[in-house]
Every structure is written in structure tokens, then in C-alpha cells.
């Protein structure tokens, strides 16, 4: 089954399957995330409260990749 990604994603930690922390999930269009590998502390921040952003050093994450969506992470399949 594939895991959907919603805006309810966004703040969300992005880790892989064995436990590692990529980034956290700046913003979420068609289906996609956008996942920041080095958030500050007010990108952070911002994303908790809903406000979505990108910059230049993110890259995607496709609902393909995502292994499962817990209360406060995006996990990622092993196979990728």
C-alpha cells in the first residue's frame, strides 16, 4: 500500500528505514514533498504552524518512496 502525502505532512521529520533523519517536509503539491536536508531553526518553525516553503537545496520525496506517514514522520522505503 502506498502511503498518501497531504499538507498535513508539512513539519513532518523525513527519515529513511533505518532510522536516519533527512530533513523535515517544507511543502507538499500533487503528491509530492518538497524535503529540506537542512532546516533552521525558523524554517522549522514555520513549517509546524503550517507554512509551507522551498528553497534551492530541497529535493522531491514521491508518494512511490514512502514506505508508511506516523504522527510526526515521513518514512521512507528501504529499496530506494
Known amino acids: ?3 498518501t502525502l497531504s ?3 508539512v513539519g513532518k521529520k523525513v527519515i529513511d528505514a533505518e532510522g536516519k533523519e533527512l530533513g ?10 518538497s524535503v529540506d536536508p537542512n ?4 524554517e522549522h518553525l514555520l513549517a509546524k504552524i503550517g507554512v509551507e516553503g522551498e ?12 514506505d508508511r506517514v506516523d504522527d ?9
Do not use: H, N, W
Open 24 to 33: 523535515i517536509v517544507a511543502k507538499v503539491e500533487s503528491s509530492r514533498a
Open 55 to 66: 528553497d534551492d537545496e530541497d529535493y522531491l520525496v514521491t508518494e512511490s518512496m514512502v
Open 72 to 80: 510526526d514522520t515521513v518514512v521512507l522505503q528501504g529499496d530506494i
Open 39 to 42: 532546516p533552521s531553526v525558523a
Open 7 to 9: 499538507d498535513d505532512e
Open 1 to 3: 500500500m502506498v502511503a
